[in-house]
């Protein structure tokens, strides 16, 4: 099951650069074809080999190749079109906008009517959970300003949210209020949003859920507190979105976090997450049309012509429309249903392993995705030993602890017994550690007592050095 870490590619910086060269210019002659299908399919085939294993958390969300096999055949035929220049391209307009109204209708749109009946609910389709995150928040901030005069916009944040937020509040001059979190340490707190709500505050958000505890925020409370203050409420669905409603509809304890709550004004939810579409799409979907005209761009006085595009990207692959259209399509409600029910099993199954072990904790009351700390030995140790076993957690701080975002590759049978015998020895050895300080907690976890400003300045330096050798040859 598990790759052989000594040929695989995982976790190497250039593994790839003596078996196959390395092109620092346009060769003067192409290379075969048959030569670059043979070195994709190869490189390919070592790094799926990686999470095949259903060791590694997140990221592969449905993890089945054939379903990927069919998604890339829908995708080849409108790989090359600019979804962009619509007159050419129509099918981009039937998949997005049919993108579009399944994901309004998962969740709850038709319960606006109820509400809110001057809204019409819409939608866009985004490059991303951050693309869509970003472009929900220079709506915000440009109907803010038009509407309300607003020059020096706010944000109330919960800390746990994702720092897409943060990117597009330094992208478009928002102020950002942090909001601590509750009594249970993964879900904001209320009380401090609607306390730090002001004259400025354009939207607040919740996570349904967050990334680092998969956990919701109390997105009715949140709801209310923002209907009745008259400002925007963002739910970012980007990760929970296409698997929380499965959840409910499976009868586990799934809170309302969708537009049947009348102060809920935009939904990020990722079709490339749990919609199980290729990488590049997620939808960002507006209660009111009113709110979604405010991330467009329009220029009427370009000498190339008139320009105008619904958000940040100019041109789009028609490809990935196709992709995500078919995965829709092909899975339906009962597919995704299934798939959904496999994953809340696998991971209810897992956090009953962690609760096994009374040195270990889980945090908040999650589902899908969970993280787990100790208060005995620092968890990274935990970590370490996992790693050893082929394991990939996400790790986190404040405090520190790991996570599991539980996806298809887990419910493969033997993972859960997998994991359950090596946690059982990696509790063992973080008892009694080779050293006192665990190898992995400096790459992921919290510098001890908190960062001091030489540490971070540290931090930032090795984060700036990863990005620069992700583009760079060796
Ligand atoms: C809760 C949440 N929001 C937003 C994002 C950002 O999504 P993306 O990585 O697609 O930009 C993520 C990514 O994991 C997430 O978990």
Avoid at 349 to 364: D, K, P, T
Avoid at 379 to 407: E, K, L, S
């Amino acid at each position: 099951m598990a790759s052989d870490s000594e040929s695989s590619p995982v976790g190497k910086d250039f593994p790839y650069a003596e078996r196959y060269g390395v092109l620092r210019a346009i060769p003067e002659e192409g290379l075969e074809r048959a030569a670059i299908l043979s070195q994709i399919a190869e490189m390919a085939r070592g790094e799926d080999a990686f999470w095949e294993t259903g060791k590694c958390s997140g990221t592969m969300y449905r993890g089945d190749l054939d379903h990927y096999e069919f998604l890339a055949e829908c995708f080849a035929p409108f790989a090359h079109v600019n979804a962009l220049q619509r007159d050419m391209c129509p099918s981009a307009t039937r998949f997005e906008g049919e993108i579009i109204a399944m994901a309004l209708d998962l969740m709850h749109a038709a319960a606006v009517a109820g509400h809110h009946p001057a809204d019409e609910p819409c939608g866009s389709v985004t490059g991303g959970g951050t693309d869509s995150i970003v472009t929900a928040l220079l709506a915000y901030r440009n109907s803010a300003r038009s509407e309300r005069g607003i020059e020096v916009p706010n944000i109330v944040l919960p800390r746990t949210a994702h720092p897409a937020f943060h990117k597009g509040c330094h992208m478009f001059g928002i102020e950002v209020v942090n909001a601590p979190v509750g009594a249970d340490i993964t879900k904001v707190d209320v009380d401090f949003v609607a306390d730090n709500i002001d004259d400025n505050t354009i939207a607040v958000v919740g996570s349904a859920g967050n990334y680092p505890y998969g956990t919701i925020d109390p997105i009715d409370q949140l709801a209310e507190i923002a209907e009745q203050r008259g400002v925007g409420l963002h739910v970012d669905g980007c990760l929970g979105g296409f698997i929380l409603p499965w959840g409910e509809e499976l009868g586990y304890d799934v809170p309302i976090f969708d537009f049947r709550l009348p102060g809920v004004t935009t939904i990020s939810a990722d079709t490339h997450k749990y919609g199980y579409g290729f990488k590049g799409t997620s939808t960002l979907l507006f209660r009111s049309k009113e709110l979604r005209k405010h991330q467009y761009f329009l220029m009427t006085d370009w000498p190339g012509g008139k320009y105008f595009s619904p958000g940040l990207a100019g041109s789009r692959s028609g490809g990935l429309l196709a992709a995500t259209w078919a995965s829709m399509a092909s899975l339906g409600r009962n597919g995704y249903r299934e798939i959904a029910r496999q994953i809340f099993e696998t991971a209810f199954a897992m956090q009953e392993i962690v609760r096994g072990h009374r040195e270990l904790r889980i945090l908040g009351d999650p589902t899908f995705c969970f993280s787990f700390n100790s208060d005995e030995f620092d968890i990274y140790h935990v970590n370490d030993f996992m790693r050893q076993r082929g394991w990939r957690f996400n790790g986190q701080q404040y405090p520190n602890a790991i996570h599991m975002c539980v996806t298809g590759p887990q419910t493969q049978p033997g993972v859960v017994e997998a994991f359950a015998s090596d946690l059982a020895e990696a509790v063992g050895y973080a008892k009694d550690p080779p050293s006192p300080e665990p190898f992995s907690g400096a790459v992921y976890g919290g510098v001890p007592g908190g960062p001091t400003p030489e540490a971070d300045d540290f931090i930032r330096d090795v984060m700036v050095g990863l990005l620069d050798k992700m583009q760079s040859v060796p």
